[in-house]
């Protein structure tokens, strides 16, 4: 099954995303994680990705679009995958139903998060994640219990140098742009589930069971 993670930045994706990978039993697959991997250990798609990543821009499509294509070829992806932050325009939106489909395989879903702009800044001025094992926190709603180290692992907990008041409307604005428009992309042909991001953690993994059927 091959499931999209759409919302804006700081929708929850990343959050919800590991009790989806974990009912389907398929890989989760974060465009933003494999950039963050890649520039940890400075490979070269590492830094060129981080020239884009700090200035709130996206990374071009061509890059973004082999690096999936690539992650989809992998045994684990026979099953399909979680789609999180990809695709982010029309034409990754296009590259990815050509790489399915070159696989006898297509788009079943596309779950897109909903919450207001407003709510985006408190959430992503407040994140932190764990630099070992990614996990989510926000310094009000969900800190660590011991104050930057990690509850599951005892990693450092650190905050994204892209999660800066300046940067955050970048990223905010690029979204509405480019992204925003495969809203209408997916609702066309029928794949689109909208989720109310808005409410508990909880509520909105309810909401994703139930449009999964799950
Ligand atoms: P995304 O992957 O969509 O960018 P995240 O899952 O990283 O978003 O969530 C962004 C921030 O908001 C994190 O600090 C997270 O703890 C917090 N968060 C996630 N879901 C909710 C929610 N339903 N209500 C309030 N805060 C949330
Ligand atoms: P968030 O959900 O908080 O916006 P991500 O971790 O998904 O963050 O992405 C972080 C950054 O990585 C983006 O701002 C962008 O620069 C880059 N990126 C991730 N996925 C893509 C994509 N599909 N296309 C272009 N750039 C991407
Ligand atoms: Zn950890």
Known sequence: MIVILLGPPGAGKGTQAAAIVKSLKIPHVS????????????????????????????????????????????????????????????VQAQALSD?????????DRCLLLEVPDQDLIARLS????????????????SPPKRE????????????????????IKSRLAVYHEKTQPLVHW??????????????????VQSEIAQALGL
Do not use: W
Request: glycine fraction near 10%.
């Open 186 to 203: 997916y609702q066309s042909r029928g794949l689109l589930k909208v989720i109310n991001g808005q409410n508990d953690p909880q509520t």
């Open 148 to 167: 930057m180290i990690c509850d599951k692992c005892g990693g450092e907990v650190y905050q994204r140098d892209d999660d800066q008041a300046e940067t």
């Open 31 to 90: 465009t933003g994680d494999i950039f963050r991997a890649n520039l940890e250990y400075e490979t070269a798609l590492g830094l060129e990705a981080k020239k884009y990543m700090d200035q709130g821009q996206l990374v071009p499509d061509d890059l973004v679009v082999r690096l999936v294509a690539d992650r989809l070829s992998k045994p684990d992806a026979e099953a399909g995958a979680l789609l999180d932050g990809f695709p982010r325009t029309i």
């Open 126 to 141: 407040g994140r932190r994640l764990c630099r070992s094992c990614g996990q989510g926190y926000h310094i009000i709603s």
């Open 99 to 107: 790489i399915l489909a070159a696989k006898g395989k297509k788009v």
